[in-house]
């Protein structure tokens, strides 16, 4: 297993690298890393360039394969990787998609302003815990029939709109409208529906959140203003997946994958990253089931938006306005177009960062580009950001999604006391509703790196450029 060590890094520009693909004889492309000086030292701490330089030899792999500054080890592919496949000749990989199939973050924004609720945000903190369920196999109020499931994984947040749980307002402000064309839930085994079956609108566990969160910090007006957001307005960020359903359906063909990479006698550097021809029906299974399950995160996401703005009613006894800034999504396969080339585009641990004028953009967003919501560590800052007309030369249209581990959970309970992180929050002023402690510890500050750092190297880079800084009032997690 060869490593790359700093030496093997050739340094592009002040925050973009390259490992050409004359360092490993199996490498068809060269791996880029988009990181400051800082982030590079702390690479060499985990398996993530290793991962990276074997997303270069998969076949159809096109120009580079790349990580963002938010990177570290995931399964297969490291998380904060992109990589994109010729549609002909290329892959569907289910190991670099991830199990937390659209994992994404959604922001709200409230008519209200810091000091007119601040007295207010430790009622919210726990209505909204309340109203969201959350926690390890947690199921919500909501147990689905089968022809609601299927509903939902062929319509995403439509089908939800149409039954009066979303405004038509929020599927402009979400990726892609909150439904992705051609899934087909007869893709979706019949265990993955049972696992999803009273899943939606729940936030489960992990690092999965639902903050309420203000805004600290103002650096474009003109466009800050657009999207709704002023100094000292009070937000909702959520975070969190496709819950069970997606990990069923990606341990489903990741079992497809594995078996058909054995009868095709092929040999991967690493299993993990086990594949199908796009041109191949197993690949066709696997795009229309993972498209499925993205919706069934959308409708996820959607469901948790009416819970807390139910959650605003019965804490201020009236209807409040939750106006939605974006949803957007990562641990996705989408098709785009680059270089006047149809490619297969696989995120995962990475988000979209379409740039003004693109045709997938609707509204108010072809105007100013698409938010880019990246969420720090808890108890840390989360950045609002526009994507750039760069990222398309750069990264593919893509940005990071948060701030990236420094500290796997085990350590991370080893080291931390839940009860403890709590203790420190509330000191800061922050409110913090959590049904397990250890699962607190899991996802303190000191585990990530620091996300200012991280959008500091996106914004210097030019793929997205930062907006609004928005900082922690209320943490509620399972």
């Known amino acids: 297993m060869k490593i790359p060590t700093k030496n093997d890094l050739k340094k592009i520009s002040d925050y973009l690298w390259q490992i050409d693909k004359s360092f490993r004889e199996d490498m068809r492309v060269p791996a880029r890393i988009i990181a400051s000086e800082k982030i590079i030292d702390e690479l060499f701490k985990d398996k993530s360039l290793w991962q990276l330089i074997n997303l270069t030899t998969l076949p159809g792999v096109y120009k580079f394969a790349l990580v963002m500054p938010d990177v570290h080890e995931g399964y297969g592919s490291p998380v904060g990787g992109v990589v994109a496949f010729d549609l002909k000749e290329g892959i569907v990989s289910p190991g670099i998609c991830g199990y937390d199939i659209n994992c994404g973050v959604r922001l709200l924004i409230s008519p209200f302003f810091y000091e007119e609720i601040e007295d207010k945000i430790p009622k919210l903190t726990e209505q909204i815990f309340k109203e969201v369920p959350s926690g390890l196999g947690r199921g919500g109020f909501w147990k689905l029939k089968k022809e609601e499931m299927d509903s939902i994984l062929n319509e995403g947040s439509y089908w939800l709109y149409k039954n009066g749980y979303a405004e038509k307002e929020d599927l402009e402000a979400t990726e892609s409208l909150g439904k992705l064309e051609g899934a087909d839930?007869?893709?979706?085994?019949?265990?993955?529906?049972?696992?999803?079956?009273?899943?939606?609108?729940?936030?489960?566990?992990?690092?999965?959140f639902v903050e309420i969160q203000r805004v600290a910090e103002v650096f474009e007006e003109e466009n800050a203003k657009i999207l709704g957001l002023e100094k000292n307005k009070i937000c909702v960020l959520i975070h969190c997946g496709s819950?069970?359903?997606?990990?069923?359906?990606?341990?489903?063909?990741?079992?497809?994958?594995?078996?058909?990479?054995?009868?095709?006698?092929?040999?991967?550097?690493?299993?993990?990253?086990?594949?199908?021809?796009?041109?191949?029906?197993?690949?066709?299974?696997?795009?229309?089931?993972?498209?499925?399950?993205?919706?069934?995160?959308?409708?996820?996401r959607q469901l948790i938006t009416f819970e807390i703005r139910r959650a605003f009613k019965k804490v201020f006894g009236k209807d409040i306005i939750l106006k939605q800034v974006y949803d957007v999504a990562h641990n996705i396969i989408k098709i785009e177009k680059y270089d006047g080339k149809e490619l297969i585009i696989h995120r995962k641990g990475a988000t979209r960062a379409f740039w003004k004028g693109h045709k997938d953009l609707?509204?108010?967003?072809?105007?100013?580009?698409?938010?880019?919501?990246?969420?720090?560590?808890?108890?840390?800052?989360?950045?609002?950001?526009?994507?750039?007309k760069l990222a398309e030369e750069i990264s593919f249209g893509s940005a990071p999604h948060g701030a990236g581990r420094v500290m796997s959970r085990a350590e991370a309970k080893r080291k931390i006391r839940g009860n403890e992180l709590k203790k420190e929050l509330e000191k800061r002023g922050i409110s913090v509703a959590a049904g397990s402690m250890s699962g607190l510890a899991e996802e303190a500050p000191n585990a990530y790196k620091d996300v200012s750092e991280v959008v500091e190297v996106v914004d210097q880079i030019g793929i997205a450029r930062k907006i609004v800084k928005l900082i922690p009032l209320g943490v509620i997690k399972g």
Do not use: C, W
């Open 362 to 388: 609707s509204g108010k967003y072809k105007e100013i580009g698409q938010p880019t919501l990246i969420p720090g560590s808890m108890g840390t800052s989360s950045y609002v950001l526009l994507g750039q």
């Open 243 to 300: 819950r069970g359903l997606g990990h069923q359906v990606a341990t489903d063909y990741i079992r497809e994958a594995l078996r058909y990479l054995e009868k095709q006698k092929i040999y991967l550097v690493d299993r993990e990253l086990a594949y199908f021809p796009i041109s191949h029906q197993l690949g066709r299974d696997y795009l229309s089931a993972m498209k499925a399950s993205a919706n069934f995160a959308f409708a996820n």
């Open 185 to 208: 839930s007869d893709r979706v085994s019949k265990q993955a529906k049972d696992r999803g079956r009273d899943q939606l609108g729940t936030i489960g566990s992990g690092n999965h």
